[in-house]
């Protein structure tokens, strides 16, 4: 008898994510995809060319495993333009296959088994896989409307067992920022311990209303034990180059680049090249509040005559709504009716919950044209 082997599972609760079963669904209904968050239009015509430059003279070997140094001393000097922190371009900034696999490495980087996590939920999908996988066990921090950080149930949360703090400002699904305070309050948390942080900073430059980003690099404390992880996709409406890069100190970057290079080693040469050269253009990326503040004031005038309420998004290129006014359903099965029905793909919020908590809430991203937005703002006010 031959004996078949089988797998057990290391991740068994785990399935397709809801932003695939969503943007498929979207598909076979012909629906506006306001449901996962990537752009319906392009990236700037000169950045792509840019990559068919640097293919045609040849660039297309392995780049260095901690990233093209151009593009490294690049990315210090916006950030320090940005924020006036400086990093090490050499020791201190490390290019990885998109934010996902900066933050992935970091936590591989710092968990080990039995260590505790704490997430804050509504919470990104790759988080607590990354965790379980280290053999970590998160620790849940469960945010309610109107989204604002609970600090005294985090301090009530830490033990000796606490190894990590994962953040994300601005903070998807909710848009939701950082302030000056929770930066303050969070360095009190974790001075004189052994915690690191993990910074999901992907929507950086996507902040609303004159606000000011709140990077944790900007505050000392939190600086020295913090792994800052952001994204070019987010920023130049180039998802799927999946490029991003991981910011730490010298100590935190030797341990992140020791587990990055097996998990992916390096990244597209071409584009790494692409790329440096275009951050010489600063104003791509400092005109990108204006340009997604117009989109989400476009979304949400195309549903001023409809029954959903609101607190307009801070940050990020996602706009929550409540339906409570419209329906008792649970939002998993009210985004799929919706977008069977009147065509418009959304993302519930329950699904960013280990406890599928609906508090009657969609997300919708507006990073998408004028014509499609105000299109499914008529569809949307007509339930």
């Known amino acids: 008898m031959?004996?078949?082997?089988?797998?057990?599972?290391?991740?068994?609760?785990?399935?397709?994510?809801?932003?695939?079963?969503?943007?498929?669904?979207?598909?076979?209904?012909?629906?506006?995809?306001?449901?996962?968050?990537?752009?319906?239009?392009?990236?700037?015509?000169?950045l792509l060319s840019?990559?068919?430059?640097?293919?045609?003279?040849?660039?297309?070997?392995?780049?260095?495993?901690?990233?093209?140094?151009?593009?490294r001393e690049k990315i210090a000097e916006k950030t320090y333009s940005c924020y006036g922190v400086g990093y090490d371009p050499e020791e201190e900034?490390?290019?990885?296959?998109?934010?996902?696999?900066?933050?992935?490495?970091?936590?591989?980087?710092?968990?080990?088994?039995?260590?505790?996590?704490?997430?804050?939920?509504?919470?990104?999908?790759?988080?607590?896989?990354?965790?379980?996988?280290?053999?970590?066990?998160?620790?849940?921090i469960s945010l309610q409307p109107p989204f604002?950080?609970?600090?005294?149930?985090?301090?009530?949360?830490?033990?000796?067992?606490?190894?990590?703090i994962i953040v994300n400002t601005p903070h998807n699904p909710s848009g939701k920022l950082f302030t000056r305070e929770d930066l303050t309050t969070l360095a009190?948390?974790?001075?004189?311990?052994?915690?690191?942080?993990?910074?999901?900073?992907?929507?950086?430059?996507?902040?609303f209303n004159d606000q000011k980003h709140q990077s944790l690099m900007t505050h000392p404390t939190l600086k020295a034990r913090t792994f800052v992880c952001c994204s070019f996709g987010k920023t130049f409406h180039i998802t799927g180059w999946?490029?991003?890069?991981c910011l730490a100190p010298k100590e935190l970057t030797a341990e992140f680049r020791k587990v990055h290079q097996f998990v992916t080693f390096s990244v597209v040469t071409p584009i790494q090249y692409a790329l440096a050269d275009f951050l010489s253009k600063p104003e791509a990326y400092l005109a990108l509040s204006d340009f997604y503040q117009r989109k989400r004031d476009t979304f949400l005038e195309a549903i001023q005559g409809s029954k959903f309420?609101?607190?307009?998004?801070?940050?990020?290129?996602?706009?929550?709504?409540?339906?409570?006014?419209?329906?008792?359903?649970?939002?998993?099965?009210?985004?799929?009716?919706?977008?069977k029905e009147i065509g418009v793909a959304s993302i519930p919020v329950s699904l960013f919950y280990h406890k599928r908590n609906d508090h009657k809430l969609l997300r919708f991203c507006f990073a998408k044209t004028d014509d499609e937005l105000q299109e499914a703002g008529k569809r949307l006010s007509k339930l």
Do not use: C
């Open 93 to 140: 900034v490390t290019v990885t296959t998109g934010a996902t696999e900066a933050i992935y490495s970091a936590i591989t980087t710092v968990v080990r088994p039995g260590d505790e996590v704490i997430v804050f939920e509504p919470a990104y999908d790759s988080y607590v896989p990354a965790i379980e996988l280290a053999g970590g066990i998160p620790i849940y």
């Open 148 to 164: 604002t950080f609970p600090w005294d149930r985090v301090k009530e949360k830490l033990t000796p067992k606490t190894k990590l």
């Open 242 to 245: 999946k490029v991003g890069y």
């Open 2 to 46: 031959i004996q078949t082997a089988k797998i057990q599972s290391k991740l068994p609760h785990v399935g397709t994510t809801i932003f695939t079963i969503m943007s498929k669904l979207g598909m076979d209904y012909g629906a506006i995809n306001l449901s996962q968050g990537f752009p319906s239009f392009d990236g700037s015509p000169e």
């Open 188 to 207: 009190k948390l974790v001075e004189g311990t052994g915690i690191f942080l993990i910074s999901d900073e992907v929507y950086e430059h996507i902040v």
């Open 309 to 339: 309420t609101y607190e307009p998004a801070e940050g990020s290129f996602f706009q929550i709504l409540s339906y409570k006014a419209i329906s008792d359903e649970n939002d998993y099965d009210l985004a799929i009716r919706l977008t």
């Open 50 to 71: 840019l990559i068919h430059n640097y293919t045609k003279k040849g660039f297309n070997q392995y780049a260095p495993m901690s990233g093209v140094p151009l593009l």
